[in-house]
């Protein structure tokens, strides 16, 4: 082995990398391949320019919508709000997320997107308890609808969703506030598509309620993607593991590669959008090399699941361990007494 054991300040002995092998990877964390959601050389231009389109049709549609009192209108304008909205952060993260680590945030600012995210799944919500209720009032009680206003207004709102969708399809979509607000889009190129409809039908019948039905459309595809938000923002923000990546699936993985003996304190975890994170300490047998396996299990990470910032704490397993501490062992006989999470051993284990 290219390591040496030496005591710690409680007299115990831990295997240390020092081989060149170790200091390229930063004393076991694995960097290549990252992809840390916002970046540096994310196409601010893009959503410029898909902001900029948004935010001037908004303000026409809103003056047209008090124009043909329609409510229809309005809330279209309402949702292309949180999308400018959407945008602006995602902007205002993109740079923040390009500032290097230092000082306290050893992470830099990757989650401010994570935050933007949040402010905007929020906004969205309230916004369509406020479109519901005026939706089910002029359900009960339509007020008169200048169809012909809502036709026009709804088709040109199409045409303007479609090329804010591609401006914003060209930019940099790993972020989760990017692809939230190209989402966005997408919804509410839908919406006015159902606003055009609801025109039309007061335009030919005069059925006023239509209106109000295709607001409530509006209002659904909010709190689709408003919900949606929150939900992959929060887990996030709670230090879960990424939705397609199970632990104890990893855990048991990891296990099964020889000669490890033991893993526990694993913990997953998701930094900023697209840049998942790993920790672990890894026991082997006294005639394992640590700094082969740690190697390995950093290979089998990037490949099998993706996770390429990786910290493995890799020891020598006691030999007391060797004789007791077998599968069906309580948490306490873990090399660590206090082990974070379930302890993977060879053999059924409980998770």
Same mark, same amino acid.
């Given at each position: 082995?290219?390591?040496?054991?030496?005591?710690?300040?409680?007299?115990?002995?831990?295997?240390?990398?020092?081989?060149?092998?170790?200091?390229? &990877?930063?004393?076991?964390?694995?960097?290549?391949?990252?992809?840390?959601?916002?970046?540096?050389?994310?196409?601010?231009? /893009?959503?410029?320019?898909?902001?900029?389109?948004?935010?001037?049709?908004?303000?026409?549609?809103?003056?047209?919508?008090?124009?043909?009192?329609?409510?229809?209108?309005?809330?279209?304008?309402?949702?292309?709000?949180?999308?400018?909205?959407?945008?602006?952060?995602?902007?205002?993260?993109?740079?923040?997320?390009?500032?290097?680590?230092?000082?306290?945030?050893?992470?830099?600012?990757?989650? #401010?997107?994570?935050?933007?995210?949040?402010?905007?799944?929020?906004?969205?919500?309230?916004?369509?308890?406020?479109?519901?209720?005026?939706?089910?009032?002029?359900?009960?009680?339509?007020?008169?609808?200048?169809?012909?206003?809502?036709?026009?207004?709804?088709?040109?709102?199409?045409?303007?969703?479609?090329?804010?969708? /591609?401006?914003?399809?060209?930019?940099?979509?790993?972020?989760?506030?990017?692809?939230?607000?190209?989402?966005?889009?997408?919804?509410?190129?839908?919406?006015?598509?159902?606003?055009?409809?609801?025109?039309?039908?007061?335009?030919?019948?005069?059925?006023?309620?239509?209106?109000?039905?295709?607001?409530?459309?509006?209002?659904?595809?909010?709190? &689709?993607?408003?919900?949606?938000?929150?939900?992959?923002?929060?887990?996030?923000?709670?230090?879960?593991?990424?939705?397609?990546?199970?632990?104890?699936?990893?855990?048991?993985?990891?296990?099964?590669?020889?000669?490890?003996?033991?893993?526990?304190?694993?913990?997953?975890?998701?930094?900023?959008?697209?840049?998942?994170?790993?920790?672990?300490?890894?026991?082997?047998?006294?005639?394992?090399?640590?700094?082969?396996?740690?190697?390995? !299990?950093?290979?089998?990470?990037?490949?099998?699941?993706?996770?390429?910032?990786?910290? !493995?704490?890799?020891?020598?397993?006691?030999?007391?361990?060797?004789?007791?501490?077998? #599968?069906?062992?309580?948490?306490?006989?873990?090399?660590?007494?206090?082990?974070?999470?379930?302890?993977?051993?060879?053999?059924?284990?409980?998770?």
């Amino acid at each position: 082995m290219s390591g040496h054991d030496h005591p710690n300040a409680l007299g115990q002995a831990h295997d240390h990398d020092h081989d060149d092998d170790a200091h390229d &990877k930063g004393h076991g964390h694995g960097h290549a391949g990252h992809s840390h959601g916002v970046s540096a050389d994310a196409d601010r231009r /893009w959503l410029a320019m898909a902001l900029g389109l948004i935010a001037t049709f908004m303000a026409v549609e809103v003056v047209i919508g008090v124009m043909a009192n329609s409510l229809a209108l309005i809330s279209d304008a309402a949702h292309m709000l949180t999308d400018a909205v959407s945008i602006v952060l995602a902007l205002i993260a993109m740079r923040l997320a390009a500032r290097p680590a230092r000082g306290g945030f050893t992470y830099g600012l990757k989650r #401010a997107e994570i935050l933007s995210a949040q402010a905007n799944g929020l906004t969205l919500l309230l916004l369509a308890v406020w479109l519901a209720y005026e939706a089910v009032r002029r359900l009960i009680n339509p007020p008169p609808v200048e169809g012909g206003l809502v036709l026009a207004t709804a088709l040109a709102g199409i045409v303007v969703n479609i090329a804010a969708a /591609w401006c914003i399809s060209r930019a940099n979509r790993s972020s989760l506030a990017v692809e939230g607000a190209y989402q966005h889009i997408l919804n509410d190129l839908f919406a006015f598509i159902g606003t055009a409809v609801a025109g039309l039908i007061v335009l030919t019948t005069g059925f006023r309620q239509a209106d109000a039905i295709a607001t409530l459309v509006v209002v659904v595809l909010m709190v &689709k993607a408003g919900y949606g938000l929150i939900r992959e923002s929060g887990r996030i923000l709670l230090e879960a593991a990424p939705a397609h990546v199970d632990p104890d699936a990893v855990g048991d993985r990891l296990v099964g590669h020889p000669p490890v003996t033991e893993v526990h304190d694993l913990h997953i975890w998701t930094i900023t959008s697209g840049q998942a994170a790993l920790s672990a300490h890894v026991l082997v047998e006294p005639a394992g090399d640590c700094h082969a396996v740690r190697r390995d !299990l950093e290979r089998l990470l990037a490949k099998e699941y993706g996770i390429t910032h990786t910290t !493995l704490q890799v020891d020598h397993v006691q030999d007391a361990l060797l004789t007791v501490g077998r #599968a069906g062992q309580d948490t306490e006989d873990a090399h660590c007494a206090d082990a974070h999470g379930p302890v993977h051993r060879q053999g059924p284990h409980d998770h």
